[in-house]
């Protein structure tokens, strides 16, 4: 999934369908098993926190 900066999204599913993972993971609340979480180019694992 890619979303682009300006953009204006919206996650909506039945229940199940995964909306909260995706918040989760993308908070850093949850950390991911395969792939990567990147923002501006940069691994959410190496931003500072502030």
Same mark, same amino acid.
């Given at each position: 999934? +890619? $979303?682009?900066? =300006? %953009? #204006? @999204?919206?996650? #909506? &599913?039945?229940?199940? /369908? &995964?909306? /909260?993972? $995706?918040? *989760?993971?993308? %908070? /850093?609340?949850?950390?991911? %098993? +395969? &792939?990567?979480?990147?923002? &501006? =180019? #940069? @691994? $959410? *694992?190496?931003?500072?926190? %502030?």
């Amino acid at each position: 999934m +890619e $979303i682009k900066k =300006g %953009d #204006v @999204n919206a996650f #909506v &599913g039945p229940s199940g /369908s &995964g909306k /909260s993972t $995706i918040a *989760r993971l993308i %908070d /850093s609340l949850w950390d991911v %098993d +395969e &792939g990567s979480i990147t923002y &501006g =180019g #940069v @691994n $959410i *694992r190496e931003l500072p926190l %502030d």
